[in-house]
């Protein structure tokens, strides 16, 4: 079980890293944008298209959320609309926090925010069309749960994802006895003035830096976003990321022997 550490760091984050690291997960993205509502009472309060950004064009009064919702869904031609009510982000915060423990799963509190998103569908909570909320999102940690405990109690997880030649998004985490204690990115090794020419043959840098910084990682994974990205939505993912470990898409070093198994690779 993944644990987090009474005394965990959560640290040197880039924030355009992060915004990147999320528009991995399928219900923030889309091919068209989703359209975002922030309501209070009968009037809608803020608006935000994932592409396009702020859209203030779109507050105001307005006469139900469903009739709102296929209107903009239609009229904006976007892969979804949700609409949520102002103070529904401070309830869910508020009972999550109730909710933790430093023993917590980390996915089981991940299924807590969830299975209190779904309590509200159709109250605080909408959206249109209503498949598009079973797409997955929770699914995608579910899929590498099991990666995870095999794991040893004490690991550094390393995840790496380039744009090109430049890093996109990483993500570098730190586990001891059993709870992770630290969360941080690549904007923590900037003393290194890391730059790749050809992240495939030059990754193994990445991995020299965090050494000095933190131990040799346990595992570490190096991608760019356009791989990463079809195997999230892969039906498949196991066997596309076999596919793409042969090609050399995908980069997995060190790997303990257990995660190379499941993998089979």
Do not use: C
């Not at 609409?83 to 807590?112: C, N, P, R, S, W």
């Not at 994802?161 to 985490?173: A, H, Q």
């Amino acid at each position: 079980m993944r644990r987090i550490a009474e005394q965990y760091e959560f640290l040197n984050i880039d924030p355009v890293q992060w915004v990147n690291l999320l528009s991995l997960v399928p219900e923030l993205t889309a091919e068209r944008g989703i359209l975002y509502l922030l309501y209070q009472g009968t009037e809608i309060t803020h608006a935000f298209h994932s592409i396009q950004g702020v859209r203030p064009d779109l507050t105001g009064p307005f006469s139900t959320p469903l009739i709102v919702l296929e209107q903009l869904y239609q009229r904006e031609d976007v892969d979804a609309v949700i609409m949520l009510e102002q103070g529904l982000a401070v309830y869910l915060l508020a009972k999550m926090g109730g909710a933790f423990t430093a023993e917590m799963d980390i996915i089981h509190l991940l299924e807590i925010a969830q299975d209190s998103i779904e309590e509200e569908i159709g109250r605080r909570f909408f959206v249109f069309p209503d498949e598009s909320w079973a797409k997955g999102f929770f699914g995608v940690f579910g899929r590498i749960r099991g990666l995870l405990e095999a794991l040893p109690p004490d690991f550094i997880l390393v995840l790496v994802v380039f744009e090109e030649n430049r890093i996109w998004t990483s993500l570098i985490v730190e586990q001891t006895r059993g709870q992770i204690r630290r969360i941080t990115s690549s904007q923590y090794l900037e003393s290194f003035n890391l730059s790749f020419e050809d992240w495939q043959s030059e990754y193994i840098m990445f991995n020299q830096a965090v050494t000095q910084l933190f131990g040799r990682p346990t595992l570490s994974i190096f991608t760019d976003d356009e791989t990463l990205r079809f195997l999230i939505k892969s039906e498949a993912p196991r066997e596309f990321l076999r596919q793409a470990y042969k090609k050399g898409q995908i980069i997995i070093d060190p790997i303990p022997s257990a995660i190379r198994n499941r993998l089979s690779l």
